[in-house]
């Protein structure tokens, strides 16, 4: 899971513009600037969503060159003693970007500004094998969440049956555990798209011999059957 910071940092820092440097060159500039309440926010919901997972939160930076950054790893180190059952570690940035390769599982939580999670999470998408695979939250303080695939609509292949629906299904899983605290109910979702998976079910996007090739409303049809068949409705 990568929590990213979503409404602060390089993106909306000011200053930012164009101007003219001392050889009368035209250049463009930005400031990546965080203040502690903007940190705090974010690395608790971090460690709270960490709590729901493995325990384990993984906070991603460049203390070794930002300023920004090393106010970023004070605050997040701060937090963690409200989170003693939280196994905290920090991680440059470049690290981060080859460990993710080499090794995702070692990560459990990773929580990192508005650029560098952009960038992270979209790297972390691939590992999964496509777009269609992942869900995604834009949480706020206090609610509502809007919950989501990662990816667009897709229109190069709207009306084929060919979309991999488990990362919709999955963001109505992230809705119920994170948005309603309801994570029986999300473990049933997850539970079931795992099973379609076990059986080797895939979609195109994700598809590779030995597998079975499915249409969107046959993988869907499959998840909803897992669903019925391992918990009886009324429970
Ligand atoms: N989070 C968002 O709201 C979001 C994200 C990306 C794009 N968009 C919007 O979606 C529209 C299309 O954008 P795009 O084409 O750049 O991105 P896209 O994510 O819709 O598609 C990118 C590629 O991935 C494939 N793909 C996407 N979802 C898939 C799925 N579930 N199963 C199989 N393949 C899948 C598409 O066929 C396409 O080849 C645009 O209007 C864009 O603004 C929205």
């Known amino acids: 899971m990568v929590v990213r910071e979503l409404?602060?940092?390089?993106?909306?820092?000011?200053?930012?513009?164009?101007?003219?440097?001392?050889?009368?060159?035209?250049?463009?500039?930005?400031?990546?600037?965080?203040?502690?309440?903007?940190?705090?926010?974010?690395?608790r919901i971090a460690f709270e969503t960490a709590r729901k997972r493995h325990g384990k939160l993984c906070s991603v930076d460049k203390a070794n060159v930002l300023e920004a950054s090393m106010l970023w790893r004070k605050?997040?180190?701060?937090?963690?003693?409200?989170?003693?059952?939280?196994?905290?570690?920090?991680?440059?940035?470049?690290?981060?970007?080859m460990q993710l390769v080499r090794n995702p599982k070692q990560f459990d939580t990773i929580v990192t500004n508005n650029i560098f999670g952009d960038i992270l999470s979209d790297e972390a998408s691939m590992i999964t094998g496509s777009i269609g695979m992942l869900p995604s939250a834009s949480l706020g303080e206090s609610g509502p969440g809007l919950f989501e695939p990662i990816h667009g609509s897709a229109?190069?292949?709207?009306?084929?049956?060919?979309?991999?629906?488990?990362?919709?299904?999955?963001?109505?899983?992230?809705?119920?555990?994170?948005?309603?605290?309801?994570?029986?109910?999300a473990q049933r979702i997850e539970t079931a798209v795992l099973d379609a998976l076990i059986k080797g079910l895939r979609t195109g996007d994700v598809h590779s011999a030995g597998y079975k090739l499915v249409g969107c409303k046959e993988m869907g049809e499959e998840v909803l059957k897992s669903i019925e068949h391992k918990i009886p409705a009324a429970v």
Do not use: C, W
Not at 75 to 97: F, G, K, Q, W
Not at 155 to 184: F, H, R
């Open 75 to 97: 605050r997040v180190t701060a937090i963690a003693s409200e989170y003693p059952d939280i196994e905290l570690s920090h991680m440059y940035v470049d690290n981060a970007a």
């Open 155 to 185: 229109p190069d292949i709207a009306g084929q049956d060919k979309a991999n629906p488990l990362a919709t299904v999955l963001s109505a899983a992230m809705l119920l555990k994170y948005g309603l605290g309801e994570e029986k109910a």
């Open 7 to 43: 409404t602060g940092g390089i993106y909306f820092g000011q200053p930012r513009g164009f101007s003219t440097n001392d050889n009368g060159e035209e250049v463009g500039f930005n400031t990546e600037v965080y203040a502690p309440h903007e940190i705090d926010r974010i690395a």
